[in-house]
């Protein structure tokens, strides 16, 4: 099997975990949306981290997705909704048993890959570590955080898992990735869609907590109804403790409200509010939540779903 990482999606997190990893020598191509963006990259001469105050520049080979050569393990870092489209198009260049490691925010998205590469292995990620994206092809690491990874089918970590530790990549395979993708689910359900509505950093949230508090108790109750008790466990204090960590932060749908991108809410509101509607579970709060982002998305002219 071979042994190169194929990175989808050039972004913050995607960029910072291939600098990483050509750094610490291990085979990593990007793989760019179109022709003009892939000039755009070669002409930039590659992919700049910078870390505190030290910049590095990382030549890492980049291609679209009509290159030819097979992919056996792939790092699918782009956003939730082009997730399933960008696994369809390469679809004919993934082997047998290739490996996806999906780096996506939310939930819904998963499962939509998985239909449209039933002969991979999808691991699934969360991540907590912090970058973003200075300019094109110069990402800055933000923080430090940490990287779960898991297969709800198949409790067994990869060979290349490895990889991870040498490249200085914090990481942990765990069993219960599920569960910890509904922690942050909630999390960012609780979270994101009111800085968008309050247009404030995560801080401003402190002048809103009874709406935190609402929230936060309709999400755990939800939660334990999808038979996800761990991840509801003492979700109001993680909750306003995340909110009092990352004051000084906007959230990332904020950020993308903000430069007219559209954002990630069929995965994160949309899905609780699809869970409690199969559930049969009346969810009040995260159903009018998600009725004022639809109004203030659509008024904004970005995408609602």
């Not at 067994?156 to 219960?176: K, R, S, V, Y």
């Not at 108790?217 to 003492?234: F, K, V």
């Not at 909750?239 to 990352?246: D, E, F, G, S, Y």
Request: hydrophobic share 45%; proline share 5%.
């Amino acid at each position: 099997m071979s042994s190169t990482w194929h990175i989808l999606g050039a972004g913050s997190l995607g960029s910072l975990w291939a600098c990483r990893l050509a750094r610490a020598g291990k085979a990593a191509r990007l793989i760019l949306r179109d022709a003009q963006r892939l000039q755009a990259y070669q002409q930039a001469g590659g992919l700049t981290l910078l870390e505190q105050d030290r910049a590095s520049l990382y030549a890492i080979p980049a291609e679209t997705a009509e290159s030819g050569g097979p992919i056996h393990r792939l790092l699918v870092a782009c956003k939730a909704y082009d997730a399933a489209p960008a696994i369809a198009a390469l679809a004919p260049r993934l082997v047998a048993g290739a490996d996806l490691v999906l780096l996506q925010n939310g939930l819904g998205s998963q499962d939509e890959v998985a239909e449209r590469a039933p002969l991979a292995r999808c691991v699934f990620a969360s991540s907590t570590e912090g970058a973003f994206r200075e300019d094109d092809w110069r990402v800055r690491f933000a923080g430090h955080g940490f990287n779960w990874l898991g297969d709800p089918a198949n409790p067994t970590p990869p060979p290349w898992f490895t990889d991870l530790g040498e490249a200085g990549i914090p990481a942990q395979w765990t069993p219960d990735i599920l569960s910890r993708l509904w922690r942050k689910l909630a999390l960012n359900c609780a979270i994101n869609p009111l800085t968008v509505l309050h247009d404030c950093q995560n801080g401003g949230l402190l002048g809103h907590l009874d709406e935190v508090e609402a929230l936060s108790t309709e999400l755990a109750a939800l939660l334990r109804h999808c038979g996800q008790p761990l991840a509801a466990r003492d979700l109001d204090e993680e909750v306003q403790r995340v909110i009092l960590a990352t004051a000084a932060n906007y959230s990332s749908m904020y950020q993308d409200v903000r430069a007219g991108r559209r954002t990630e809410v069929h995965y994160l509101l949309g899905h609780v509010c699809r869970a409690a509607a199969r559930h049969g579970m009346r969810v009040p709060q995260l159903e009018h939540l998600h009725q004022r982002l639809v109004d203030n998305l659509r008024a904004r002219g970005l995408p609602s779903a």
